[in-house]
């Protein structure tokens, strides 16, 4: 659950021995749920539907999520990517990113996922899981070894799941298949690639709100999906269905072109579609058509949609490094990026079963006025940028600094249809970076880090937002870290005190149907500490511990409207910033002897304020969960079977987690101009699933 590290800032590792020991449903949220730095919330079981994380008062929104140091999924997706199987490790870099990563969004740092390298021998492994909510999955990777004497390995690997909604009515469907290819030289150059594709086909949940959540609780009527068509209500599943397919590709290629210089290059593509389906209402009779001109009678129930018609992401880093000397180690690159996101908003027929037709079916299409209702908007951006680095080692490597500077320049555009009324703007960020750490001795290290960070609004946010004519600012971040780590043959130990200013804070809200958008909320101030240790292994335990404490607070009185619809301000100033528990703690125990292995885990993250006025809040909530397992000899081509079992909220708890973006005020509050404010928004949560069990069967062969 924790490794030694040696880097000059906060970094927090899960390993492949951890992973495994986890259901292969998880995704890299359920391996770093017990680092100190987050909070995560999942909305199930199945990993099919991801999650969110809360960092150091931000959130998943303000973090580069990468894999292989490429731009990955948005936590709420994060499944789209890769199989746990073939991850190797999954980092945290809470306060920090490096100089040469292609992020628009590392304000609450990195997580970055490492995939797994094919093997030199012709093999593979496979698995297979049943669990609670009928949930099966079924997983299997090829590696073909070493292809004769070209030094070039790869593996190929698929995986399909399915499962009910824990909540609600509903089944969701998941099929994935991972690609990895490798080819090493002699002389350190390497060239990797990794690619994925993900079909999913899952309910969009319901979140609730604080009152729904409290009936569930003490009477035990949900607040999911329903199980049948509902012509009055037009909430049945099968009209509330996420489908989408990703594509995911990135190459990483070192070159090392003589004893003093060296190129990478790592190019990355992500191309995604697909759409969301719920409830459009009812047709109100002779305003709305067929397409051959029939009215569709009054009362016919109608689906709205979130038509991604294309999501992409394309983009490449070039670096080139050079030895200046035996102390000093130069790099200059250059990274480009570019996002293009088009949608519509179409509505169509319900079928008469009850499930939503394709929005591109034109037998359901509706019209008006022999016009088809067909709003949408294309919003991107393109990026330029220029780093350059460097790093410098004294005292026989104890010492090393390490100075850099990058810049970052964006053009943002936002087209809406019909009308092709256009928005953009140009934005740059200046980006120091400067590091120093010294091992005093072989057990003990200090460091010091501070660095520039920020988050670009993204398009599909931008998107799901009303604009009248002005497009949110960059969040720019200055953050702070003093850290110190000790280690040896019993105990590994770190702390970190961390300070974050931030201007023009970025908030998500959620809109609905899986879509958030975003707005500019004022300045805010974030300071704390963080904490881990663990122990070396002792007569097979090794117990770990983790602690954040977490001061953030509101900096502005953030903009809000009257009753009477006068411009003012909620008095926010000074209050603790939303979505920012003060405390969150962690413990863990693991147990390995002989073939049996097992972890336990227990997680708190304290009360926290979940809208912007401060008006709402939500308690502070334990999880937990337990892995068990026992590794076999190899019995004929079984090189290690395996079975175990992981168990999550074992105590059957009924919590919430975590909120799905910030509300405005839940009550009518006092404003800045001595007014009562109008009716706001008030959060919509995570609820911690009921208890569940997998049993995984696996071997290598």
Do not use: C
């Amino acid at each position: 659950m924790m490794r030694v590290e040696t880097a000059p800032y906060a970094v927090q590792t899960v390993s492949k021995a951890f992973i495994a020991a986890k259901s292969p449903t998880s995704t890299a949220l359920d391996f770093i749920k017990n680092l100190p730095s987050v909070s995560v919330s999942d909305p199930d079981t199945s990993g099919m539907q991801g999650g969110i994380i809360q960092s150091r008062s931000l959130t998943d929104a303000d973090m580069a999520l990468m894999l292989d140091n490429a731009p990955a999924a948005s936590a709420k997706y994060l499944s789209e990517n890769i199989d746990s199987e073939n991850l190797e490790s999954v980092s945290m870099m809470p306060g920090s990113s490096p100089i040469d990563l292609p992020a628009t969004s590392a304000a609450a740092g990195v997580m970055n996922e490492t995939s797994y390298d094919p093997g030199h021998k012709f093999g593979g492994m496979t698995d297979f899981s049943y669990g609670t909510n009928n949930m099966s999955r079924e997983f299997l990777r090829l590696e073909s070894g070493d292809i004769g004497r070209t030094g070039v390995r790869s593996y190929i690997s698929f995986s399909h799941t399915h499962a009910r909604s824990w909540m609600g009515a509903g089944s969701n469907e998941r099929r994935h298949l991972d690609f990895g290819l490798r080819k090493d030289w002699d002389n350190g150059s390497f060239a990797k690639v990794f690619m994925s594709w993900n079909s999913e086909d899952f309910v969009i949940d319901r979140f609730p709100t604080a009152s729904e959540f409290f009936t569930y609780k003490h009477t035990g009527q949900g607040y999911g999906r329903k199980a049948e068509f509902d012509k009055t209500g037009n909430d049945y599943w099968k009209n509330n269905i996420d489908h989408w397919n990703q594509l995911f590709l990135t190459a990483p290629m070192h070159f090392v072109l003589n004893d003093k210089l060296q190129f990478d290059l790592r190019p990355y593509y992500n191309w995604g579609r697909g759409w969301d389906g719920s409830s459009g209402g009812f047709s109100s009779g002779n305003t709305t058509t067929y397409a051959g001109g029939q009215v569709i009678p009054a009362g016919t129930p109608l689906t709205s949609y979130f038509l991604e018609d294309g999501a992409l992401d394309v983009g490449a880093t070039a670096k080139l490094g050079y030895d200046i000397d035996r102390h000093n180690h130069f790099e200059f690159g250059y990274w480009y990026e570019n996002q293009n996101y088009t949608q519509h908003f179409p509505t169509s027929v319900t079928k008469a079963d009850g499930s939503n037709p394709s929005p591109n079916d034109g037998y359901y299409q509706v019209f008006s006025n022999g016009t088809r209702s067909f709003p949408g908007n294309t919003t991107g951006y393109e990026v330029h940028s220029l780093f350059l680095n460097n790093t410098a080692k004294y005292l026989n490597s104890r010492l090393l600094i390490s100075a850099g500077f990058k810049y970052v320049m964006t053009n943002i555009w936002f087209v809406t249809y019909p009308g092709n009324a256009h928005m953009g703007q140009n934005l740059t960020a200046p980006l120091p970076h400067l590091s120093v750490s010294y091992n005093i001795n072989e057990h003990h290290q200090v460091y010091i880090n501070a660095e520039g960070d920020f988050r670009q609004p993204d398009p599909s946010a931008i998107a799901n937002t009303k604009y009248t004519g002005t497009l949110p600012k960059n969040q720019y971040s200055i953050k702070e870290e003093l850290g110190y780590r000790y280690n040896d043959k019993y105990v590994v130990f770190d702390l970190d005190l961390f300070n974050y200013n931030i201007t023009n804070r970025l908030l998500s809200t959620y809109v609905g149907n899986n879509q958030f958008g975003v707005v500019n909320a004022g300045n805010q101030t974030a300071r704390g500490v963080d904490m881990m240790a663990s122990l070396q292994p002792i007569y097979g335990f090794s117990p770990y511990v983790s602690f954040e404490y977490l001061n953030a607070r509101l900096d502005s009185n953030i903009a809000a409207s009257d009753a009477s619809g006068n411009l003012t301000a909620f008095r926010t100033k000074g209050t603790q910033a939303p979505m920012a528990p003060h405390v969150t703690a962690n413990f863990g125990l693991t147990y390995t002897n002989a073939g049996f292995f097992a972890n336990a885990t227990l997680h708190y993250t304290g009360p926290q304020s979940v809208t912007i006025a401060g008006d709402q809040r939500m308690p502070g909530y334990l999880t937990n969960t337990l892995s068990l397992g026992y590794h076999f000899k190899p019995v004929w081509y079984a090189k290690s079977p395996t079975v175990r079992l992981n168990f999550t909220n074992l105590t059957g708890a009924v919590v919430r987690t975590g909120a799905i973006g910030v509300g405005t005020n839940a009550t009518v509050v006092r404003l800045m101009n001595g007014n009562l404010s109008g009716a706001g928004s008030s959060a919509q949560f995570y609820v911690e699933p009921r208890f569940s069990m997998t049993g995984t069967v696996s071997t290598a062969f």
